[in-house]
């Protein structure tokens, strides 16, 4: 199955395709019922495998084994791997991208931040000089086959933003992402600088970056959409309330059929969709 292909058929379409930052197999298996496509995000693996901030605990073959068990259980979604600034080394960055690829992963995101890296989102991020970032993209360029790679910015000085879109624009990336980006305007100067290339909009809670549905990104000619972590705030207040109502009900659970709340059959009912050997040739994920 050719997954960069398929993925970058997707980012091909007329509308801003969409893809849900996932942090467990149990939040891909909620996701995969909406969407068929995900972001595996460092943000939210940084917070459920290490219970960590993101800036840059993760180990790759943490990562790897996480997405060789995405692909296993989800055969035909789109899986885009944050693999942050490559593992600092450039070998170590061509050497990750050649795994996750035969593993199946559709696509990476490579960053030009350099140690110690922040969330795109966050303030004080440092980058790297433009040069040695463009150096190792040109590396993992090389390294890969038919894997989507996507090159980011973090750059937030005005006109360091643009020079680093024009330049990434020009290399063999499949898309370009500038992170953190502020104002539709920017959007907008960003669009106009890399031409034709395929633009990636990052959306997080709380972020830095305006809050824009699919259809004024699609105006705006942004070709996919990630949202990095849905799936991990909404846990984080789903069961923060949980415990809450189950301390005030002094240790009772609730009656599942009583409220409709997610009990041990519906959860044993998601799982084992999972079961690879469910997994025929006709198998398709959400339209969406």
């Not at 790759?60 to 989800?74: H, I, S």
């Not at 705030?233 to 789903?238: N, V």
């Amino acid at each position: 199955m050719c997954y960069g292909k398929e993925l970058r058929e997707a980012i091909g379409s007329p509308r801003t395709t969409p893809l849900i930052g996932i942090y467990d197999m149990y939040s891909a298996s909620i996701a995969a019922r909406h969407y068929n496509g995900f972001f595996v995000s460092g943000f939210g693996f940084a917070a459920s495998h290490y219970g960590l901030p993101d800036i840059g605990f993760i180990a790759w073959p943490d990562m790897l084994a996480f997405v060789e068990r995405l692909r296993l259980a989800f055969p035909a979604h789109h899986l885009l791997v944050d693999i942050d600034d490559g593992y600092v080394d450039p070998e170590v960055a061509c050497h990750v991208v050649q795994r996750l690829e035969r593993t199946g992963a559709s696509g990476v995101i490579l960053e030009d931040q350099q140690r110690p890296r922040r969330c795109g989102h966050a303030d004080g991020k440092l980058i790297l000089p433009l040069e040695e970032y463009l150096a190792k993209l040109d590396l993992v360029l090389s390294s890969r086959r038919d894997l989507v790679v996507v090159a980011r910015t973090d750059a937030t000085e005005e006109p360091e933003i643009l020079r680093r879109a024009a330049a990434l624009a020009e290399t063999g990336a499949d898309v370009i992402l500038v992170d953190g980006v502020r104002s539709v305007e920017w959007i907008r100067r960003i669009r106009k600088v890399v031409g034709d290339k395929p633009l990636l909009f990052n959306q997080i809670a709380g972020g830095k970056s305006p809050r824009l549905s699919l259809s004024e990104l699609t105006d705006l000619d942004v070709d996919v959409a990630i949202y990095s972590t849905p799936c991990l705030f909404a846990a984080h207040g789903a069961i923060d309330g949980a415990l809450i109502d189950l301390k005030m009900a002094d240790g009772r659970l609730p009656d599942t059929q009583e409220t409709g709340a997610v009990g041990v059959r519906g959860a044993t009912e998601l799982l084992e969709r999972n079961l690879s050997r469910h997994h025929g040739h006709d198998r398709r994920p959400a339209s969406v």
